[in-house]
């Protein structure tokens, strides 16, 4: 009990835990519904760049990056003043999270022989939690931030950011990319 209640005092009094949890609670939201948004939208190409629009591995790691992405950008405003290595703890959470997803699916469902939802669900869940607290921890570190480390990791986020809408359109035809269902990949025939 008392670790409880020493947990509750830790976020009643840190800002920057606060900001954390409602960047986790946000991005979980956001991405549960950015499952749905496409086919809701009526199927509309732009909302389809940011919406997972097949069962493919690769559009599901839409329903991570975007909901992080969009957080991480707002979160900025309330933590610039307690946060150390913001642009790149973000980054690296970001990617933990993807990196996550796409091992863990591709691992128990090689094992098994096929994928089940409800596991599904919880490597979603896991990996925010995992990729925000990678980024909380590198955030309270001493700050080593420099303006290449900062450079780089708007790079790579703005390249993964392009990767997700072009290959919304123009997927490779490799597993990540495939939809389990239907057999297509991407958004289908559109082109």
């Known amino acids: 009990m008392d670790f409880i209640k020493e947990f509750f005092n830790k976020v009643k009094s840190n800002k920057l835990i606060k900001a954390e949890l409602i960047v986790i609670l946000f991005s979980l939201v956001l991405g549960t519904l950015l499952h749905f948004t496409y086919e809701w939208s009526g199927e509309n190409l732009f909302v389809g760049s940011f919406s997972a629009v097949n069962e493919s591995v690769w559009e599901h790691l839409k329903l991570v990056f975007f909901p992080m992405l969009i957080a991480a950008i707002v979160e900025y405003f309330f933590v610039k003043d307690v946060a150390n290595n913001y642009v790149e703890a973000k980054t690296i959470g970001i990617f933990t999270a993807i990196f996550f997803i796409v091992v ?15 596991i599904d669900i919880l490597i979603f869940i896991i990996s925010i939690i995992l990729g925000e607290y990678i980024a909380y921890k590198l955030m309270k570190r001493k700050d080593e931030s420099t303006v290449a480390t900062e450079v780089l990791s708007i790079i790579i986020l703005t390249f993964l950011f392009i990767c997700f809408v072009i290959f919304t359109y123009l997927p490779p035809e490799v597993n990540l990319f495939r939809d389990v269902m239907k057999g297509i990949y991407g958004i289908g025939n559109i082109l």
């Open 104 to 118: 863990t699916f591709f691992t128990y469902s090689g094992i098994i022989g096929t994928s089940i939802i409800a």
